[in-house]
């Protein structure tokens, strides 16, 4: 097995951890248990098995599978024809909008390039050839990290990402709240939250009403705002660091909308109320 190391990444956008490649003995395996940044593995021959969330898969050269954090997986190569992949694992802000121009997702990892992927494999076989050597290796690093992703994205297709999981309302549901939770304290639309689960944003929201009682619209204010209120107990920040923590520009909306879900405005919350017990965790 032969790993490198990334552990002066200043690219907070897109931050290359660690890369390597590996010939797996028969049955080498991993998990179950989880990671805690985004992982990548590439099969460059062999085969074996890929499971998550109760879901096993076979996979074989020519495919690959993403790893998100906190997911519990395990996967084990063949005992007859024992994997040999690469694997890249990476972190930062851009990584939920280039996993879902790859068509990448917890619920859709896996993805398949079949025979006609010289190009990531050159651009893998690059990566690991590479060596911390010059001033800009970092920057480069960086680079062939970005290439990967175009490759990825360039060969996504109708017909990726390959099918893994049975989605039901259940699931549509599961995903909308997580975007919110990772992504609350962006500038995020009702549009985005479609784009990034795959639906019509007109069908997406009757979906959620129906199956959660209340809006996509109203469901995001109120996480934005019982966070809010979690902040206030914090007196090392001021009602405008709270606003703009949970997505809020503007303060004076911000305390409107305040207001509006939790019956007093922050100020007066953060000197009279203590943490209250129905509060996110």
């Known amino acids: 097995m032969i790993t490198y190391m990334c552990k002066n990444n200043h690219f907070q956008e897109l931050q290359l951890l660690h890369y390597g490649t590996e010939a797996c003995a028969p049955g080498h395996h991993f998990g179950p248990a989880m990671r805690d940044y985004y992982k990548i593995h590439y099969i460059l ?5 890929f499971e998550v969330g109760g879901k096993k898969v076979e996979l074989r050269k020519g495919q690959g599978f993403l790893i998100v954090p906190h997911s519990v997986v395990h996967y084990e190569a063949d005992q007859n024809d024992p994997w040999e992949y690469s694997w890249v694992a990476f972190q930062g802000s851009t990584c ?24 990531i494999r050159s651009c893998l076989h690059r990566m690991i050839s590479s060596r911390n050597t010059h001033k800009g290796w970092e920057i480069s690093m960086t680079g062939l990290l970005f290439q990967f992703f175009s490759i990825l994205i360039d060969r996504a297709s109708e017909d990726r990402p390959i099918p893994f999981q049975d989605y039901t309302k259940e699931t549509y549901v599961t995903q909308v709240m997580d975007f919110i939770e990772i992504n609350y304290a962006n500038t995020i639309t009702v549009q985005s939250i ?5 639906l019509q944003r007109s069908y997406l929201c009757s979906l959620f009403k129906d199956k959660m009682g209340t809006s996509i619209q109203s469901y995001l204010v109120n996480y934005r705002m019982r966070r809010a209120a979690e902040l206030t107990l914090d007196p ?34 953060r000197k ?10």
Request: glycine residues 8%; negative net charge; proline residues 5%.
């Open 45 to 49: 021959d062999g085969k074996g098995t």
């Open 96 to 119: 939920p909008s280039l996993l879902q121009q790859s068509c990448l997702s917890e619920h859709h990892p896996i993805f398949e390039l079949g025979n006609d992927d010289d190009e």
């Open 194 to 198: 479609a784009s990034h689960v795959g």
């Open 236 to 269: 090392a920040l001021t009602i405008g660091d709270i606003s703009r923590s949970v997505g809020y520009a503007d303060q004076l909306l911000f305390s409107k909308m305040f207001k509006k879900v939790m019956g007093e405005a922050p100020t007066y919350y």
């Open 272 to 281: 009279h109320k203590t943490a209250p017990s129905h509060l996110c965790s």
